[in-house]
Structures are given as structure tokens and as C-alpha cells.
């Protein structure tokens, strides 16, 4: 009998459900071209959803996606709902309860894609990084006091616990040896100013790199790692930091990648149910216009297969979206790929059907 998973989709807000539209017709075609069934389950979460019916993450709804094999999102933030309730309510609450401790966001610009860095290819932007996507600032601890008062007191506090740190600097480690590149992994931290908390993310770092000689360690402040980002690229093979500063340099890392319309990212529970997204967000403004780029959210569903195991049929995902950013769109921004997100999709899944990358 053949494998089967059982996905849940969340298409969700804005562009959302176009480009997932486009990232469930590859992930089909990948799964019958290698001989695996796909069951995709449907969530009408998000922002509609929310103003019709006041729910955001329904406990049934949670129980249903433990129960999944994986999870692809579309976007989540739609204008007529206050910043920060799908976000916590939603994507957050997410990643949190399913314990997805990873954020792993790979920066890598394929041939045929421009960067606005100079003198930089594709032989120059490869990495990956690994965020942290269960502590730090995002676990919501702080609070107020004398709120809307001249004395008003907000604080809001970073969580950073050897078991998580850890945990996700050995994620890194583990990542980086099989990834097999340049073999070197960057601890991307604040040692000079966060003294408490980079205190222990330093010394996790080197504790687990001893486990890991064929590995070699650097070390980079926040602000040096966007420096370098942008000066030296190269240097980079697997970064790893906390939730916030993950946060923001995976922008700066989409940028430089080509933009929002390829990034993709993964939250990983290495011992549970992930969840793949496009890192770009819902797009309002081009819903419903069919110029969104699909190639983040294909990119995502790439890492998906990756995650069940299904190296064959991501490798396959890879190579025709390659072969697409090569011979075909000229240019990766919505609206100027001189093609429909439809066709975008077409074209990838039929490169995938043809077995191009001959994986
Ligand atoms: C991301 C997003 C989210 C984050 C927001 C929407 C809560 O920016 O996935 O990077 O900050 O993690
Ligand atoms: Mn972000």
C-alpha cells in the first residue's frame, strides 16, 4: 500500500489562498510522480473567518492539526482586524502549541533571480538560518502598569532557557553537518549588551559544539551579522539566534534572496506536527489579482516534503523552480513575472511531472 499524510491546509488572508492553491497542485504532482498519497484538509482560519464568527484557533481546530502529518499556511493579517490578534492568536499560538521550536528560514538566490547586492550571485548567497520560535521576546512575558499615564511602565522580557536554547543549537549543529556545505555554523547573539541572556546562549553554543568537531564555530553581534549580510554574504553557511533577531534578519535575508515573492521558512517540531509558510505576508492590496508569485509557498511546500522524509519528490520541487527562475520569469515581484500565480504553479508542476532533476 502506498504512504499517505494527512496535510492540513490554512490558506488564510489576502494572497494566501492563491499561492497555496498553486503549493497543494506541485505538492499533488510531486506525490503521484514518487508513489505517496496526499490528504489535504482544509481550515478556513484567518481574518474572515474571525470577523464572521469570532473564532481565531478553535481548540477542535488544534486538536485536529496534532493529529496532522504536516501544515501549510498560506498568510495570516488581514486590515480590517487589529495588528497582533491573528498574529498571537493564530501563527503564534501555532508555533507555540505544537512546540515547532525551529524557525528554519534557508537565503538562497537561484540563478535568474536578481539581488540588489552588487557583485553577488548565487554562488554567494546560500545559508540558512535557524531561529528560534518558542522563547525570547515572543513568549509574551512583561506586562503594564499605569497604562495611558504620563507614569506608564511597559516591560516586556526575553525568555531564553538552557533547554530551549539548547535544544535549538543542536537542531543548528544537526542541520549544518547534513546540509555538508562549509560546515561552519554562526552563533548570531549580543554578548557586548544582552549579558544575561547571550550569556547562556554563548556558552550552550560552545558546550554543543564540542560534540561537533568537523564543525567549525563563529561568532557575530546582530547588528555585525546584518553588516555582513549585505558585505560578505558568503562567510555564512547555518546562522543561528534567538526568535527576535531571527525575526528580523530573515527580512533582510528574503531581501537579498530576491524578495518576499521566494522566501519560504519552515516551523519545525523535529518530534512533532511543523508548518510551512512563505515568510511574506497577505498581501492585501494584490488578493485576488493572480500576480502574487506562488514560489515562496512552493518553496515552503519543498521544505514540507523534506520534513516527511520525501528527499526524492523536494529535490524534484527544487529543480523545476530553478528551472523556472532560470528559463522563464524574468522577474520575481508580483506583477512582473509575466505570468498568473496559476501558471507560475502550472509550470513548476509540470516540470515536476517531466522529472527534470532526474531525482
Ligand atoms: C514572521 C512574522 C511573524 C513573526 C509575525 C507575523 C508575528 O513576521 O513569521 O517572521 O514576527 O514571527
Ligand atoms: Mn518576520
Request: glycine fraction near 10%; include cysteine.
Amino acid at each position: 500500500m502506498e504512504k499517505s499524510y494527512t496535510i492540513a491546509v490554512i490558506p488564510g488572508d489576502g494572497t494566501g489562498p492563491e499561492v497555496v492553491d498553486e503549493g497543494v497542485k506541485v505538492l499533488s504532482t510531486a506525490a503521484q510522480s514518487h508513489g505517496f498519497n496526499l490528504d489535504f484538509v482544509r481550515h478556513p482560519l484567518g481574518g474572515e473567518h474571525y470577523m464572521k464568527t469570532g473564532e481565531i484557533l478553535p481548540d477542535h481546530v488544534l486538536a485536529e492539526l496534532r493529529k496532522t502529518d504536516a501544515i501549510f499556511l498560506g498568510a495570516i493579517g488581514h486590515p480590517e482586524v487589529k495588528p497582533g490578534i491573528l498574529e498571537k492568536g493564530l501563527l503564534l499560538k501555532m508555533r507555540f502549541e505544537l512546540d515547532q521550536y525551529i524557525n528554519l528560514r534557508p537565503v538562497k538566490l537561484y540563478e535568474g533571480v536578481s539581488t540588489p547586492l552588487k557583485d553577488k550571485g548565487p554562488e554567494d548567497i546560500d545559508f540558512v538560518v535557524v531561529r528560534e520560535n518558542s522563547e525570547g521576546l515572543y513568549a509574551g512575558a512583561g506586562g503594564t502598569l499605569k497604562r495611558n499615564t504620563p507614569d506608564e511602565v511597559a516591560v516586556q522580557e526575553s525568555i531564553n532557557t538552557r533547554k530551549g536554547v539548547e535544544r535549538c543549537i543542536r537542531f543548528a549543529f544537526d542541520y549544518c553537518r547534513s546540509r555538508n556545505k562549509k560546515k561552519k555554523i554562526t552563533l548570531c547573539g549580543k554578548t557586548n549588551v544582552l549579558t544575561y541572556a547571550f550569556d547562556l546562549w554563548e556558552r550552550a553554543f560552545y558546550e554543543v559544539a564540542r560534540e561537533y568537531p568537523d564543525i567549525e564555530t563563529d561568532y557575530a553581534h546582530v547588528d555585525a551579522t546584518c553588516m555582513w549580510m549585505v558585505k560578505n554574504p558568503e562567510w555564512f553557511d547555518v546562522i543561528v539566534t534567538d526568535n527576535m533577531f531571527g525575526d528580523i534578519i530573515t527580512d533582510l535575508g528574503a531581501m537579498i534572496q530576491g524578495g518576499m515573492g521566494i522566501a519560504a521558512g519552515g516551523n519545525i517540531n523535529p518530534e512533532g506536527v511543523s508548518m510551512f509558510e512563505p515568510i511574506g505576508g497577505s498581501a492585501p492590496r494584490y488578493a485576488g489579482k493572480q500576480i502574487i508569485n506562488p514560489l515562496a509557498a512552493i518553496s515552503s511546500a519543498q521544505l514540507l516534503l523534506e520534513d516527511l522524509g520525501e528527499e526524492k519528490a523536494a529535490a524534484d520541487i527544487e529543480a523545476a523552480i530553478k528551472k523556472v527562475l532560470k528559463d522563464d520569469i524574468k522577474d520575481v515581484s508580483a506583477g512582473r513575472m509575466g505570468y498568473t500565480t496559476a501558471q507560475v504553479g502550472d509550470m513548476v508542476a509540470e516540470y515536476v511531472k517531466t522529472g527534470i532533476s532526474g531525482a
